[in-house]
């Protein structure tokens, strides 16, 4: 039989597990298997072994709902909404609201029609089991707050694993035939938040109640013939799955500090989760698959996403290793399947490979490799974040055409409540009429850059004016800006202020392409209230527009061993030429942003022209190799 492993590792998400007495689990070091199992159950039983240590004793079942509401009880929503009410695994929605709540000692059943009707104690070893026979019948650790109905359709099932349910609560707990190997009757499946917590329930209840198994109980489909498995192998097997996706929760571990207040014994593999597999873990060599769909995402001069796919094991996968040219660089959890690298360098090709590890520590073999060749390095064009007034004159001026009112310079409204720079036509009590502009002090050369791309922070309040930006390449500075030609920057459209809404309105634009634009430009805010408009104020943060700087063929010349000039780019309807400085073999690559290889070529030549129509408009990499040397270059073709 092969069972669910467990590693130490595991052991290690980030809380500090409840506190047993210093020499609560003394008697347990060094055993494992049953011996361990055992051993546990003699130390969480009802019997004073004259140690001095607590031990379990019955508090009756009624006195269970005082337990709930104790203070940290791990049954109280402290951890979700944060709202006080009874935690029902069965009922809680943990991404959002639930169709009902419960208060403590209100709404008990009772009789009940629809969920929502009251609550009661759900068993999670059915009582049906055990004949209803105290002290399991009241034991804390397996029986918990659930709603009524949901506890009825539950019933006497086992837990399982289900796809086509025939029943279904408002949380999205099921009931339906198990498609989890080894048994294909009817099961009962929670949530995944809580798979681990109901599996430690049920197998801590395996180790308390050793000695008080015996051949009247029924087996409901999931009792084994003898009390040291307790369970037969597909339960034991699902419950170790649920207990390593879903590890121990802060909530676990204050219901089990609360339990040994209320009853005076503990779940163990609350505090030590790697018991289960100690107990009922067997051996595995088998290693995993390799992971599959390594791909490339949001690459940067810097960074790179890489994700995959999860891979198969007979047991459980319990990391991935993410290597970097041929060095691990990071391990995650089974359940991470992307990670972000930074502080790349720019335009520098970088291999990736992963694989996984499975809980007994086999390795699978690598995932295919994975070539990213991060882009290059922004120039900055224009930058400003308005924090010194004295100097914003370096990078615009403000002009008013009609009126005295102007931008100006604002000390708590830009973003995260900085300086900012501000207009607002409404003064002295009144609106003015007003056309107002805040223009670059100098223009920007797009002709040298490609791949150009702006961001600012804008807000508003009040009013309807509509904020503008603009660039011309006509405006001399000389004279009223309106009697030159602007036209509205590319793939920017800032909204109006919702009309009647208070609030402050926040429009953030970041890294918008405006590539389109060419030549030497002005660009330019403009405020105008002249048609009517009511006036907004209008604030702006943090201007910035970047590009990347490309070789022109005036001023370029060669310098390292091997260089290459790209022209033109962007293209001429897909037509563009390298000029080397050397012959021999050269290999051109064209790749996708996300590292997929379009199109290779080779060529001896000194000068090449190819066209890619082929292709279609965008941005591409292009790497040029020549013995053994790379130059990494961007391409945008139009």
């Known amino acids: 039989m092969k069972r669910y492993l467990f590693l130490l590792s595991f052991l290690v998400f980030g809380f500090s597990f409840a506190q047993a007495p210093a020499e609560y689990y003394k ?48 049954d109280t929503d402290d951890y979700y909404e944060n709202d006080g009410t009874v935690l029902d695994m069965y009922s809680e929605v943990t991404n959002g609201s639930e169709a009902y709540n419960y208060q403590h000692f209100q709404n008990q059943c009772g009789n009940y029609s629809n969920e929502g009707d009251c609550y009661n104690r759900e068993h999670l ?38 796809s086509n349910p025939s029943y279904v609560s408002t949380n999205g707990s099921k009931r339906g035939v198990n498609t989890f190997p080894g048994y294909s009757g009817v099961v009962f499946e929670p949530i995944d938040e809580f798979k681990g917590d109901i599996a430690r329930s049920v197998l801590y209840f395996a180790i308390r109640y050793e000695d008080e198994f015996n051949s009247s109980w029924k087996t409901n489909d999931v009792l084994a013939d003898n009390a040291q498995d307790f369970f037969v192998d597909w339960y034991i097997n699902l419950l170790l799955s649920w207990h390593l996706n879903d590890p121990v929760s802060q909530k676990e571990i204050d219901r089990n500090d609360n339990g040994f207040q209320y009853q005076g014994n503990r779940n163990p593999l609350i505090d030590h989760p790697e018991f289960a597999y100690d107990i009922w873990g067997d051996s595995d060599d088998l290693p995993p698959t390799a992971p599959q769909n390594l791909q490339a995402s949001n690459i940067t001069d810097s960074s790179v996403n890489i994700s995959w796919d999860f891979s198969q094991d007979n047991v459980a996968i319990v990391k991935y290793i993410l290597e970097l040219d041929d060095i691990s660089l990071v391990e995650v959890s089974s359940q991470t399947l992307n990670y972000t690298v930074q502080e790349l360098s720019p335009e520098t090709l970088y291999n990736f490979r992963i694989y996984a590890v499975d809980q007994s520590g086999n390795v699978s073999d690598p995932s295919e490799n994975l070539e990213v060749i991060t882009l290059s390095e922004s120039d900055i064009l224009v930058w400003e974040d308005f924090e010194n007034c004295n100097t914003v004159s370096s990078n615009f001026i403000s002009v008013s055409e009609l009126s005295g009112i102007n931008w100006k310079c604002v000390d708590n409204f830009g973003k995260d409540n900085t300086r900012g720079y501000q207009m607002n036509a409404f003064q002295n009590s009144q609106e003015v009429p007003s056309r107002d502009w805040l223009i670059t002090s100098d223009k920007i050369d797009f002709e040298n850059y490609e791949v150009e791309k702006i961001s600012f922070w804008a807000s508003a309040s009040l009013g309807n004016t509509k904020l503008q930006l603009l660039y011309s390449s006509s405006y001399d500075r000389n004279g009223n800006p309106s009697n030159f030609d602007w036209q509205e920057i590319p793939n920017v459209d800032i909204p109006l202020h919702p009309e009647g809404d208070n609030n402050l309105f926040v429009y953030s634009a970041n890294k918008i392409d405006i590539s389109d ?60 030429s390298l000029d080397f400085n050397q012959r021999g073999l050269k290999i051109i690559e064209i790749y996708d942003l996300n590292g997929r290889l379009l199109l290779k070529r080779r060529t001896y030549l000194k000068n090449y022209s190819e066209n890619l129509s082929q292709l279609q408009t965008g941005n591409y990499l292009m790497r040029i190799k020549h013995e053994g040397i790379s130059q990494i270059k961007r391409l945008v073709l139009k």
């Open 517 to 576: 634009i060419n030549g030497e430009v002005y660009m330019a805010f403009k405020y105008d209230t002249t048609n009517g408009e009511s006036a907004t104020r209008w604030t702006i943060d943090n201007f910035l527009v970047e590009g990347e700087g490309k070789y022109l063929l005036s001023n370029y010349t060669f310098k390292d061993k091997l260089e290459v000039l790209l022209y033109p780019n962007p293209s001429k309807n897909f037509q563009i």
């Open 125 to 162: 070893v059915p009582q049906s089991t055990f004949n209803s026979a105290s002290p399991m019948r009241n034991d804390y650790f397996h029986v918990v707050p659930s709603d009524g109905k949901v506890n009825g359709a539950r019933g006497s099932y086992p837990f399982g694993e289900v």
């Open 27 to 74: 008697s347990a070091e060094g055993l494992s298997g049953f011996q361990l199992k055992t051993a546990l159950k003699n130390i969480i039983d009802d019997i004073d072994d004259g140690n001095g240590l607590p031990f379990h004793q019955d508090q009756g079942y009624r006195s269970l709902y005082d337990a709930y509401a104790s203070e940290n009880s791990g």
